[in-house]
């Protein structure tokens, strides 16, 4: 499994950016998906997560700000993040697991549980 993340750049605070993420190599819709973000000198962190069927679940920061989508047509998921702020500034990354869900969202909002990763999009806000 390959993922090509795209869609990131520079934008003033307040503004909007949509993000892709292209999987190939495998059919894309029996997976747990999942958005990660990391900030110079910071850990990496949960964005966001879709199990297949489910609704996404978003980290309290950028819920009601950012939303998660998929079209399995063509194997790829989206992040439309809107009302940016400075602190979103980092490097996103897409994930995914082939493995069974584990039974909580929470178990997934740890990357070391995802198998595949993007090669991330630079997201830079401006104040």
């Known amino acids: 499994v390959q993922l090509q993340a795209s869609g990131g750049g520079l934008v003033q605070a307040g503004g909007s950016l949509n993000l892709s993420c292209a999987a190939s190599?495998?059919?894309?819709?029996?997976?747990?998906m999942g958005w990660f973000r990391q900030a110079p000198g910071k850990a990496r962190e949960f964005v966001a997560i879709?199990?297949?069927?489910?609704?996404?679940y978003y980290s309290d920061s950028v819920k009601g700000r950012f939303t998660m989508s998929r079209d399995n047509a063509k194997n790829t998921m989206y992040l439309q993040m809107n009302s940016l702020k400075p602190e979103d500034t980092a490097v996103y990354y897409c994930?995914?697991?082939?493995?069974?869900?584990?039974?909580?969202?929470?178990?997934?909002?740890?990357?070391?549980?995802?198998?595949?990763w993007g090669q991330g999009t630079q997201v830079t806000v401006s104040s």
């Open positions: 190599g495998r059919t894309f819709n029996v997976f747990v």
């Open positions: 879709r199990k297949s069927g489910d609704s996404p």
């Open positions: 994930a995914l697991t082939l493995k069974l869900w584990s039974g909580s969202y929470g178990y997934y909002t740890s990357p070391a549980r995802y198998d595949y």
